[in-house]
């Protein structure tokens, strides 16, 4: 029998610093995912994190790590030829074939960007399927803006908006200052035939799910990422668990109306 | 089908287990508990009457378990070939709650190997409880199943031994035959639970005086015998290079249960916690798997400090 708790030995491509504490991998691995699944990085001696895709490419796999933790450290301090332990990809990822001939709209707060990234990357690989895409993205301040080198393909592509909560750091972008949320309140975001991808801290997602209802969109045109801390991801550890539903195995993508109403 | 064990031969046939591979059964010291019997003297220690104080799920989830074995900063795995283990005088509610693990360690999409080993090497060997225990069991109203490989009846001087799969039969093949088949009745509790859906109680104030009395001290998580979290950790020698890869129980009363990187915590207060737990054993399984987790067994009530009752809460303040 497979043990789910063996790890790949990948190889490390390339590592980025996206801003002074986050990081992005890029790694040697091929697996068959969607996006918006997560793996487990492992760092022997230390322990295990859970980690989305912030990539869909077929010849290689990111991963962006914000350093908040022993195990986030021990993973930020790896370097391109080292070897980084993988289990995965767990979890239902967006089901990218329902949302065809759809605009998109993509709102995402600090590391909530980097899962939404993966689907951006998937767009950009299938483009014909999909209309217009919006991306409204906020950060603290302009250092944390991930992904830098990717803003100027997205302006060309895209609708990108960018906000930063406070007006600091040397990284010259021009961009509004204040929340993400005012930036969607403003918009003039008309709800047809479009889905919303949502995905940053609780926080943020609870204060731009009224704007968006108010905006006349359905529950079930919006899809958001809980985020937990998963020890095993099949189900069993109990740590992910909310009102019944494991983020790891039921989600860590849902749709709206499957979670509305869900508490503590 | 049934077998037939004399009274006075329940030691032989337990002495046949012990010559197969290592016996465990409950043993009256200071309290009931499971215990390895070693030799054929400690035979006679078996206790027949009594309810463990701890459930004998700890056969297939220790309290801790070593996962891989961590050398030189790379995992090695470990041997996981076991001897055949026997448990035996376990009452219907902890078999059944075997059967509630093994649909959760077991499930076909992902398994888990060691609990498999364990579950595999491991027979149990029920014993039917011909009254309730004292006044905290209530698995009358819990809808227990025949689960299991064997389980013993007492019919007076006999025990009437009821087989459930080939792998109980290979173990009484010897034994006679009994002239014919009857069912042992399934244990009647005075304490009931009545069946209700809690998902409309969710956000009621009667949790809150069960609350007020709970200080978290993850008893009732210990004892129970279908709790079954656990924890994930990485414990390494000085040299910081060879350990071991440990999975440990946990608990969801325990405050940091949901704390996520940057110490944002999902379930901060003790009331969401203690909810919780009662909330997945009486009404989250069931909506999955359509029975509840809850055996009935009793122990989180029979041993809580603080009293904490909560089938009288579900039963009285719960409308």
Partial sequence: ?264 | MGKLLKKSAANDFFRSLQKKGSLYAPVSTDMVRFQHIKTPEALRSIDFDGHAFFPPKKYLLPNEEELFTIKQGKLQDTNQSLPPQFVVNVRLCDLNAIAILDKLYLDPDYPDPYYKAKRDATTFIGINCKREIDEYCFCGSMDLQRAYDLLLDDRGEHYYIDVRSDKGMALVKELPDAPEQQDPTLPKTSKVLDQKDLHQFFADKWWEGDNELCVSCQRCTALCPTCFCFDVKDDMDLNLQDGKRLRTIDSCHSADFTTVAGDHTFRSSRLQRYRHRVMHKLQYYKDTFERSMCTGCGRCIRYCHSKIDFVKTINEDFK
């Fill in chain 1, 1 to 264: 029998m497979s043990n789910y708790f063996e790890h790949t030995p990948v190889e490390i491509l390339a590592k980025t610093w996206e801003s002074p504490d986050t990081v992005t991998f890029r790694v040697n691995w091929q697996p068959k995912h969607d996006p918006g699944q997560f793996i487990e990085i492992s760092i022997p001696g230390v322990g295990e994190s859970p980690i989305s895709f912030c990539s869909w490419n077929p010849t290689y796999c990111e991963f962006n790590v914000r350093v908040v933790g022993n195990v986030t450290k021990a993973i930020s301090k790896l370097e391109p030829g080292d070897t980084m332990h993988v289990r995965g990809p767990y979890g239902k990822g967006y089901p990218m074939d329902y949302f065809k001939n759809n605009h998109l709209l993509f709102i995402g707060g600090g590391c909530g960007v980097a899962p939404l990234k993966g689907i951006i990357e998937y767009v950009q690989h299938h483009r014909k399927h999909f209309k217009d895409v919006d991306l409204y993205f906020g950060y603290r301040s302009r250092d944390d803006i991930l992904f830098k080198h990717l803003l100027e393909h997205w302006e060309k592509e895209f609708f990108l908006h960018v906000t930063i909560d406070k007006d600091a750091g040397d990284f010259h972008y021009s961009c509004p200052v204040g929340f993400v949320t005012q930036a969607v309140q403003e918009a003039d975001i008309p709800p047809d035939n479009k889905i919303v991808f949502l995905c940053g801290p609780p926080v943020m997602m609870e204060k731009t799910m009224p704007l968006l209802l108010d905006k006349g969109f359905h529950e079930d045109q919006i899809w958001v990422s809980a985020e937990r801390h998963m020890k095993c991801c099949t189900g069993k550890c109990g740590h992910c668990m909310i009102n019944g539903k494991y983020v790891c195995k039921d989600g860590p993508v849902f749709r709206y109306d499957e979670i509305k109403g869900v508490t503590e």
